[in-house]
């Protein structure tokens, strides 16, 4: 039975990668995952701005108070490095490379130009397989259309991969009027890949403090029900590679996310809950699976269940919606009273 | 460090120059923190860290002590051990090493201690340069070697270390602390190479073969008696004899290989001078300078600079100095009360007078002995100028010169002074000198300091600069004083006409003259909110004028705005930097502007990309921003620059302190001094610094009347009162007040006003607020608000709310922080560092008990804030009552404020005898109700208070000597609190001792102890308060062991109160410490959590900090009451929860742990696991001892009993 695939150019030997978390932020926990079965690694992203808030505080903690008491001119010795800037995760970018064998992705997330192509530069020049641009900005200024969001999009990636010889992914937020449309300019802008959804902290709020409080809750398998829907659509469609993350738990998460057309599934909040050693469960039921249903490869599954493929398209479409609506509503009505 | 290849030129200071050398020379180095010597021990500290070697290829050791006596002690033991060992010291702490210094020069045993010379504290501390220090110890045997220059101090400390190997004399190597220490300057470095070629290994290897080992065994330190003590002396003195010659050999040998030539006595001047000044240090360049001049005009004038002042070299002295020197003033920088004269003095007219008995060498041909006379200069870094050197020039020329002069002051007491022309001056004209007047923090001083770097490195100029700064630690203006020239720059004095002066915050002209040192033609920058076009109608009467009379260039740029639109927050030294280099003309101008960013990637390439990136935006933004100012013609602004204080100041702060506000305490006469160091309290009040960019407004209909913000406002500058609301009627229309919300006030007002001149704008309080809007929840009770707009009005209204009455304490709760914020504090506006963490605990303390206070504050912090001039916080109500306040030393406070509590007690029982014995006079009845007084709430100390009126009055006209002597003591019948203050480094480290004896005595006093967990005051070196993982200098790599835990080691005593508090987590737990500390008969301990600008974060956050401290486990709150057993309960109370937050939630908050984590992760995660544990531990053992049972001991007997005997002397009446 063959579980390879492809993704970006790479043959895998299997579907599953791990996704962008703190569980790739080691090398130790890397090579677990690789010992797990995990066919390809994407480490965690490296925050632009986070980067640059950290300079600009450590900068400011260790001057602040200096120069102004003849006693007390300044707090702090001076330290030879403070390991600022993408140093740390390009070191950990070349540890990893030399750790494992599967392909070792960089994960960006910026929000200039000049960060995103520097970050990206420096991660290839580290060794990384490929990049995974993480194109969250959160466009609070009601002035900026849809459109120009997206032409920015696209200029960032012809931009960066003219300047990259590696393979480049776009992971995407589910935040777009037209899906489909956004993954067929990515498409032609040339993003290699294009990964289907991301996830993201959202503020909640704390009634008794009145406080504005960021928070992050782990996936779940029906998250995984968005992203088949939109890889199944855009199947087909684009020349770029599909992966789906978020939601995919199970073994028939990762089957499902192969029969709506994605090319590996990636999994982070189920390796974070039961442990590195869950993919290798996973991989083994989905051996099991697919000799049971007598598939030969993935490849065999892949986008069989995608718009173009599936029996009832129009399951992906508006009227499916308003069936569900009717159904819901037919089934409160029989409901006993 | 100077690397082994050394370049031609570096820039450094003196302090870098000496620890440079002295690192590369030794193996054991002993440190402790002390102004100006700190970084000496900071810089070897770091290198260690970094593991640089000496020239022998090993990593120093450097070690910290618990004091300065403790680091001679191991400078001791190291060198008797045959290691080459090292300190750095100054002032007390050189006064600390003195025992050590006579056994280790008894004893022949090599080490240089390396002095940043300062004032010893008499009268009053001062942290700034003289020689008082090194002249304490010329009795300990050492060598004393003095420097005059940065490259001199540099190249002595060499020279000292080859000597003392040579000569088995230890050597004091000294130079003038801040004046050499601090300034900075281009000097030819000395490397590896040099090192090694001055230091004979010969030497090195003879100093080991006299080290203590059991493969050699000897004795030494022997007792000895009568009988050969006297003679085993004398038996040192051949090497004493030896060691000038030493000395000098060591000397040629070194200008041999440097060029750099030094001899024991160096002359300066005419061959055939006639008159001739003496002296050591700094002051050196400023005479050479003025011989110059002097004798271009044909006058024969010389300089005498004694390098090696111990062991006296009388013919090296007579040699040196010219036989036609008719006249000589010896100059001290010392003062001997009582002596026929100074040091110096004393040892020249001895050596002029040994040369004329012994009729010896050139000098037998001369018939008449030269005069010498003597004179005091420069105390505490008072400046030395060319116009003082020739003064004193001047003076020699008369008949009769006076002798034991003072020259630098107006002395209209003793008359000891002598005039000078402050006009004359001899500055060079082909020398760039810049006066540039900044804010603390700024990046004023920052800038400077890379602007010297610049053309120090880039041009062949020489470079010096000098940098004042305030007295204040917030809001504090900075000075930097820059010379650049072609030749080495010798004036070590401040710059009297700059031909560049930049003014770095345009409200400084507000109330400063800032143009008084632009020469004519000078170039004038200032960073202006208003555009070249309209910033003139801004400036002050007197600003205009000088601007147009001294035909200045005015620029302005709007530093602020650059600094915002580039990402620079509120740092501008980039930003002037870069005026600088476009408007003075030092360099080409993209020669500088290449030079800055090259500086630029430099100072901040370890800070990342974007640090950098954000500084080059602003060099552009800058230079296009820069205007030039068309200058009119005429002065006609409206306004003048303000007074330093109100004319309605008292004549003292008026006359005396106003002066030393206005930066022109130099032009006050000795008369107008308080003699003894006396000074009134209650005087910051009167300087209205307006420091605060923005300030709290309070919203009086959303407040709940917490007083959260009031209790932890650091200055005293939010106050609420409750009064009668007939009171509004005269009130400024906008005076806000508001229903008190307590039901038994209701019918009154309450107001929360804030002073608006007097906030330093730090945020705390806005933090503190509780309360927030239920329509927008960023606004709270209490919001910033911009000052200017503001200042007048509610000026106005905290004059009103001043007026307001207070409020009656006895019908307040003392234990209640909703009421203690309407006690009236007797500390505000101290110059403490916006958002201190331990002022809201010192203001609580006067609260409480200020009005019968005596307070022993250690040195540090505390005592800077609470006693530096010009103006000090602590204050009086209106009844004249407030804390006494005294400051004696840092290693003995407690026992100090012991002898205190000594002396009130005995005044006490003093004056209840006298009662006794009077009765007949003062009425029966009254003596009695005042021996048997029950002062434990406030309301007895106040009727105790009327029955010492009583007594005052009924005893007014007694001739009855027992009478006279009750009037004297009958104050001390009123109970007093008497409190011992200080810092972790005190009570940790230096004063430990004393204050555990203090503990173990049983004697009513309250110890507060600051902890910051670092020497805050000389700027953050570790403590053994300093927690395992935190980085603080002496520290860099992390402190590696726990915190000592202070508590427990007083609670084992059993009969002290202790208590561990921090008032950002839990503010009342606080009050009830100190409330149970200063009722409780005996020892009391609070050791109060100080959040601390050393930590390394915004301070606002300061007691957010302090609460995640509580929660995460790291700063348990408990509170141990010996009185509790009285009642069979268990003394040990845990006030504070099982750890809820993680450990590194708390620690990462804060740069000092932080950083490490950044610079060495693996360290960092190592310590911060071992610190886990150590609050996981230490939170067992509290949680065993809270659940203890309680103790029998003391059912059956009375407290009393149970107390010491120290304790049990006092008045069994309940009273303190």
Redesign the interface.
Known sequence: MNLTTTYMGFTLKNPIVASSSPLCDSVSNIRALEDSGVSAVVLPSIFEEQ??L????????????????????????????????PAGHLELIRKAKSAVSIPVIASLNGTSRSGWI?YARNAQQAGCDAIELNLYSLVTDPMRTSSQVENDYCELVRVLKSSLRIPLAVKLSHFATAPANLAGQLDVAGATALVLFNRFYQPDFDIEQ??VTPRLTLSHSQELLLRLHWVAIIYGRVQSDLAITGGVHTVEDVIKSMMAGAKVAMMTSALLQKGVHHASSVLAELGHWMEEHEYESIRQMRGSMSYRSAPNPAAFERVNYMRTLSSYVLARKEAPV | MAESTAPTKVILDANEAVASVAYRLNEVIAIYPI??ASPMG?WA??WS??ECKNIWGVVPRVVELQSEAGAAGALHGAIQTGALGTTFTSSQGLLLMIPNMYKIAGELTPAVIHVASRAIATHALS?FGDHSDAMAVRSTGFALLASNSVQEAQDMALIAHAATLESRIPFLHFFDG?RTS?EIAKITPLSDDDLRSMIDDVRVREHRDRALTPDRPVLRGTAQNPDVFFQAREAANPFYFACPAIVQQVMDRFAERTGRSYQLFDYIGAPDAERVIVLMGSAAGAVEETIDVVQARGEKVGLLKVRLLRPFALEAFLSALPVTTRAIAVLDRTKEPGALGEPLYMDVVTAVGEAFDQASGKWAAVLERPRVIGGRYGLSSKEFTPAMAKAIFDELKKEKPRNHLTIGIKDDVSFTSIDYDPGFSVENPRVTRAIFYGL??DG???ANKNTIKIIGEETPCFVQGY?V??S???G?V?VSHLRFGPQPIRSSYLISKANFVACHQFNFLERMDVLEAAEPGAVFLLNSPFAADSVWQHLPLRTQEQIISKRLQFFVVDGYAVARET?M?S?MNTIMQTCFFAISGVLPRDEAIAAIKASIKKS?G??????VQRNFAAVEATLANLQGVHVPEHALSTFNILPPVSSQAPSFVRDVLGVMISGHGDSLPVSAMPQGGTFPTGTSTWEKRNIALEIPVWDESLCIQCGKCVLVCPHSVIRAKVYDSSLLGGAPTTFKSAKPRWREFETLKYTLQVSPEDCTGCRLCVEACPV?SKSE?KHKAINMAPQPPLRENESANWEYFLSIPEMDRGLLSHTQVRDVQLLEPLFEFSGA?AGCGETPYIKLLTQLFGDRAVIANATGCSS?YGGNLPTTPYTKNLAGRGPAWSNSLFEDNAEFGLGMRLALDKQTEYARSLVSSLSGQIGTALSQEILSADQSTEAGIAAQRERVSAVRRSLADTTLTEGQDLLAVCDSLIKKSLWIVGGDGWAYDIGFGGLDHVLSSGVNVNILVLDTEVY?????QMSKATPRGA???Y??AGKSTAKKDLALEAISYGDVYVARVAMGGNDTQTLKAFQEAESFNGPSLIIAYSHC??H???MAFGMKQQKAAVLSGYWPLLRYDPRVRKQGKNPFQLDSKAPTVPLRDYIYAE??Y???A????ETAQTLLRLAEDDVARRWEIYEDRAAMHGSDLGREEPLTELLPVGARAVPSDGEK
């Open positions: 980067l640059q950290e300079e600009e505080y450590l900068d400011q903690d260790l001057v602040r108070g200096t120069e102004s008491f003849g006693e007390s001119l300044s707090y702090f010795p001076l330290l030879r490095d403070y390991n600022l800037g520097q009145l406080e | 102004t100006p900071e500290d770091q860290h970094e942290i801040f601090h603390g923090s004023t001083v920052g940098f700064y305030d204040k630690k917030s504090s900075t990402g927050g740092r901040y370890k800070l990342g990309e974007a640090v927030k929840a560092c800077i805050s005051n000389t700027g953050g980085v603080a200098k520290a860099a600008i050393a390394g974060y915004d740069a000092r932080s950083m490490l950044r610079s060495d992760p």
